[in-house]
């Protein structure tokens, strides 16, 4: 699975973009395997009410399911416009 | 309807204009341009950018589509830049067309709140010595209740 | 604050651009652009614009020192044609600039609310058989009770 | 007095401004006058509901005083922007 990071989300973790091999059944078991990994995922992913995700570019909630989904990205309240 | 994300510099009056000969009896254009402010006291060298290239698209024409399905719309038009940008720049534009006033204002109002917290765009303000990225305003979320 | 009364076509992009370049640290630019619609079905000849030389610049100035004096803007533009339009020629515009977008869309809209049933513009639609005088709408009156 | 008509007010009367000679203290006692002159002016006149007056280029009430007053204008409900 693809897992993208944007905006602060990136920066603290080091890297736009990397190939996740998991079985994660939703986006939080996913974030629970990143934050075991080590402690720059677990300081990105500290405070999950300063965090947004989108699964194949749709956003979805922490509790979304990945069953079929490729790419899943993280990343702060969007600031457009 | 017309979509466009790019890191080029666009012209709003050009756009507008363009946007404008396209309609076909509308009485009622509005446009909103959103533009790169200063700090109060200066020293932006930079606004930087980020989107998430293929969701942003997609992001944009979900919105726009929405505005069309909830107003009687003729036209759309979103351009929302990315990159570096410098003070006084135009960050981003929309513009509606309609046969009412009303229409047209709030379908633009609405459009400017969803590209606000909507649509993947991050903002990072560069000074000489640091970088901050923007904050997201409670207030922008709470525009979206509105609608 | 800029306030135009011609009988002579003006360009809304050309206007646009002039307006936003005389900003200074104003991030939200809203314009509105009223064109002349055809009936339905077509026929419209022109749209003659009758006004009251003297009476239309101190309305629309009143009108818009009022917006200036509700939100928080940095400039207003009107610019208010009169005389024989044609069928998807641009009437008339404004545009307002301010910090906040919140600022800049109710202003307008107001602007727009006045400029409807406040300013002294008389419009008559014209065909091949005969002319006809707009009535005012009660909604438009209606509108001014948000304000 | 300057008086001015615009928009149907102007057709109906025939002509878009006149100078009028009058002891009128209101809006009302001008109307009145003008009524009385010939049958034009009373349709122009007829449904004072669907007219508004400006004294002095400022809209005002059909009861304002005239008092000082050099213009007058009478038409209907206003169709701008």
Known sequence: MEVLYFAWVRERIGLPKETVDTQALTVMELVDELRAREERYALAFSDLSALRVAVDQDLADFDAPLKGAREVAFFPPMTGG | ?147
Chains 1, 4 share one sequence.
Do not use: C
């Not at chain 2, 402010?37 to 979900?62: C, S, V, W």
């Not at chain 2, 960050?91 to 709030?106: G, P």
């Open chain 2, 1 to 147: 309807m017309r979509i466009v994300v790019q890191k080029l510099p666009f012209d709003s009056g050009v756009e507008l204009n363009a946007f404008t000969a396209k309609q076909s009896n509308m009485g009622a254009i509005v446009s909103f341009t959103g533009v790169v402010r200063d700090f109060p006291n200066g020293g932006l060298q930079y606004m930087d950018i980020e989107h998430y290239a293929g969701m942003t698209e997609k992001a944009l024409e979900a919105i726009a589509t929405d505005a069309m399905s909830r107003w009687d719309l003729g036209d759309v038009l979103v351009i929302h830049r990315y990159g570096m940008l410098t003070p006084q720049e135009p960050i981003m534009m929309v513009a509606t067309a309609s046969k009412h006033r009303k229409d047209a204002f709030e379908a633009a109002d609405f459009l400017m709140d969803f590209l606000k917290s909507r649509a993947p765009f991050w903002k990072k303000e560069q000074t000489s010595a640091s970088h901050e990225w923007v904050a997201s305003k409670q207030d922008d979320e709470d525009a979206l209740k509105r609608w």
